[in-house]
């Protein structure tokens, strides 16, 4: 009709429309494999390296002079601005690690804001360990709040990250999403659990290497550090609608 084209339905003679196929979306458990490369993208590998370096450097600093404190806090908060980008640019289907934020305002804001989020996760273990001190309480089950510690740190940490506030860390909230998304939530606690005893078995045979080994547990961390913060963003990601987080916002 004109310089126009169109199809009739031969049932009704309606006009027919194409219909463009609906992209496909990848889930939580396809994404999670390409994780663990995640870390190497967008010269990722240098930054790992450096940041590693640095921040050994930083922490050697401290082992001989309180002063130190005056660099690492700043220099940590950093660290933990750079953590929440990953977390953040993860959860909005970014699949390239971000670049290093500029320095700004809030560093220290931000290095207590991740304190406050492992002392508050590590209540069950010190709690225990005060009932240890007083009561008498048996070491060997200090494992049962260490991994209840370990089971809660993950999504405390991911709501405080998408948030940038402790309130965020409000355990019933924080149950709750993990009842939102229990499944994929195991699967990411148990790929953080064999990723902590990874790094522990290194830990003790890197001890043996001088100055060296130091460095490469430091860079080896690093990298851990932006996997998980990886996998978390990625739970987002794929569950933000189970979640429901911003709904009210």
Known sequence: MGNVTFHQCPSCSGQMESVAPVPHVESFYEKLPAAFAYPFTNWGWFNILLAGIFYWMVEFAMMFSLRAMVIAVPAFGYLGVYLI???????DGDDELPEWPPFSYGLVGT???????????????????????????????????????????????????????????????????????????????????????????????????????????????????????????????????????????
């Open 85 to 91: 980008n990953i977390a953040n640019r993860s959860g």
């Open 111 to 249: 290095f207590f804001l991740f304190a406050a989020i492992n002392l508050f996760s590590f209540l069950p273990v010190i709690a225990y360990a005060l009932a240890m001190i007083f009561l008498g309480a048996p070491f060997k089950f200090i494992i049962l709040p260490l991994y209840l510690t370990l089971f809660f740190l993950p999504m405390a940490t991911l709501r405080v990250a998408m948030f940038q506030t402790t309130s965020a860390m409000n355990p019933i909230a924080t149950l709750r999403s993990i009842f939102q998304v229990p499944t994929p939530y195991m699967v990411a606690c148990l790929t953080f659990f064999l990723l902590l005893y990874v790094r522990i078995g290194l830990t003790v045979l890197l001890d043996g290497i001088p100055l060296l080994g130091g460095i490469l547990e430091s860079i080896i961390g690093m990298y851990l550090l932006f996997l998980e913060m990886r996998i978390l963003g990625l739970i987002y990601y794929a569950y933000q609608d189970r979640l429901d987080w911003f709904s009210d916002i």
